[in-house]
């Protein structure tokens, strides 16, 4: 699939636009377009639905381990800012950069290798000859922002990296104030901001986006057993929207690869189009996290020792270099009356990147006959119903004899339960292409057979296939195909 035709298709139709665009676009930064807030809202809106909303909390689920609880929570992008010290991110959450003095051009160094020199596009930063990059140095991804009217470091805050932390801050919350027991889990989608050092690929890499979380707290002896569920419950998830080509792969992380405090990760990948042949972009992050986060907001800021223990991090003096809140994040079963500390499994997604996964799985270019029998080129979306921003599109075959006033009342009907979308204007099969390039995923026409029979048809975007229903039926008969 040629990459440049989805963008183009995305910016002519109103699914995706560069950020402040008319004062020339903001790198990093997009925003949706009428179609485009649709789709995402609806991968956003499926996540809940099958994640927290549509949970069965009484019921052992294929490859659970035990029945289990979800709930959610929406919290802050501006927190206390020792929040990120305790976390981590304060100190640690840097790529390494380098500069360019003759360009004045700025790459994340593991991204040197697969960007262009802006003097001479047929070499990499660096290998041509007037090239002067600077020695790799540390660039924290953090966006630093003031609170109130304090400037220096008294007023100094950041913009979330990450939603997990506010996940974290509230376990002892949710605990007090619901009825949840362990294993549970904690859902949450919100913005995330990070000063990418090179955005690119589209909304790939982008320095603001929106991320689904879930912290998961269990057990920790049943903990690896939960991490196996949630990788397989999650790669799941993206086979069964659509993302069915082989272009999906779950990939464990190595030994080496793993963050001091994790057990295990996986992440779910996906071959995008603006990818190397064999290259994979990462769509979400599945880790086993065990105790490191909750101690961390406890004790304070963690590392591992010579004996590979996690302990708080020392200053020179005997001082924790970053002070935890000191409250008890302990969890007490009430049953056994056994005191822990959780072990928590993070299921890491961006509703960025899979919306963009879906858009690129989705794209097709076919031949279809036009309404006089000639072969025409056709752009289609072939989106998961379920995430298609307009479900339905009505269109009366003429615009008279009646045709307009029966197609708007099944426009209305429909209305109460979908997105739908009323044409009357052009002929038929332009109105058809409009919709297959939108993905809609049914057309409904009402004909001159309609003001005989009251019958009209329904068109598959994918098969093409008409058949006729009553038109007081066309609301249940797309409504069981939106499932
Ligand atoms: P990468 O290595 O690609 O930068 P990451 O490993 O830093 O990603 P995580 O910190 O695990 O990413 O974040 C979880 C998820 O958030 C990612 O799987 C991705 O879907 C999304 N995400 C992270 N950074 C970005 C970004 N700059 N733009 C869009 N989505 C992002």
Request: glycine letters at 8%; charged letters at 30%.
């Amino acid at each position: 699939m040629d990459m440049d035709k989805l963008v183009s298709l995305c910016k002519r139709r109103g699914f995706l636009f560069q950020s402040s665009e008319i004062y020339g676009g903001l790198n990093g930064f997009w925003d949706y377009g009428p179609l485009g807030v649709e789709l995402k809202r609806n991968v956003k809106e499926a996540w809940w639905r099958d994640m927290v909303t549509g949970h069965d909390d009484l019921a052992t689920l294929p490859g659970a381990p035990a029945p289990y609880e979800m709930t959610g929570l929406d919290c802050t992008i501006i927190m206390h800012p020792q929040v990120w010290k305790c976390s981590g991110h304060y100190d640690l959450f840097h790529d390494m950069m380098v500069d360019c003095k003759e360009c004045q051009g700025r790459w994340r160094v593991d991204h040197v290798a697969s960007s262009e020199c802006p003097r001479k596009p047929s070499k990499h930063p660096g290998g041509f000859e007037k090239c002067q990059l600077t020695e790799p140095r540390e660039f924290n991804l953090m966006f630093p922002t003031t609170v109130g009217a304090l400037s220096g470091e008294e007023g100094r805050a950041f913009l979330r990296p990450e939603t997990a932390q506010g996940i974290f801050v509230n376990f002892k919350n949710v605990t007090d104030s619901t009825r949840v027991r362990l294993p549970f889990g904690i859902a949450q989608i919100g913005k995330s901001f990070r000063n990418e050092i090179t955005p690119r690929n589209f909304t790939f890499r982008s320095r603001e986006f929106e991320q689904m979380e879930i912290e998961f707290f269990c057990h920790p002896n049943s903990s690896p057993e939960w991490y196996r569920y949630w990788r397989d419950r999650r790669f799941q998830w993206y086979l069964d929207h659509g993302l069915s080509s082989g272009k999906l792969r779950l990939r464990e992380h190595d030994q080496d690869e793993l963050s001091h405090y994790s057990c295990g990760t996986a992440d779910i990948e996906y071959s995008f189009p603006f990818l190397q042949q064999g290259e994979f972009g990462e769509l979400e992050g599945i880790a086993h996290r065990a105790d490191f986060d909750l101690r961390s907001h406890m004790e304070g800021k963690l590392v591992k020792n010579e004996e590979g223990c996690l302990v708080v991090e020392q200053t020179a003096d005997g001082k924790a270099r970053h002070r935890g809140s000191g409250k008890d994040l302990s969890y007490r079963d009430d049953v056994t009356g056994e005191r822990y500390v959780p072990h928590v499994i993070e299921p890491s997604a961006g509703a960025d990147r899979a919306t963009l996964a879906f858009l690129c799985e989705a794209y097709h270019e076919d031949q279809q006959p036009d309404e006089n029998g000639k072969m025409q080129e056709r752009t289609v979306l072939k989106l998961h119903p379920r995430l298609a921003p307009i479900k339905a599109a009505v269109f009366p075959l003429v615009k008279k004899d009646g045709m307009p006033e029966v197609a708007q009342r099944i426009y209305r009907n429909l209305k109460r339960r979908f997105n739908v979308y009323y044409d009357e204007k052009g002929a038929v099969g332009r109105r058809y292409r409009r919709q297959d390039e939108a993905g809609t995923p049914f057309c409904v026409t009402v004909d001159g057979q309609t003001l005989q029979d009251n019958t009209v048809t329904i068109r598959d975007r994918d098969s093409l296939e008409q058949w006729r229903v009553k038109a007081d039926d066309v609301l249940d008969e797309i409504a069981v195909k939106l499932l």
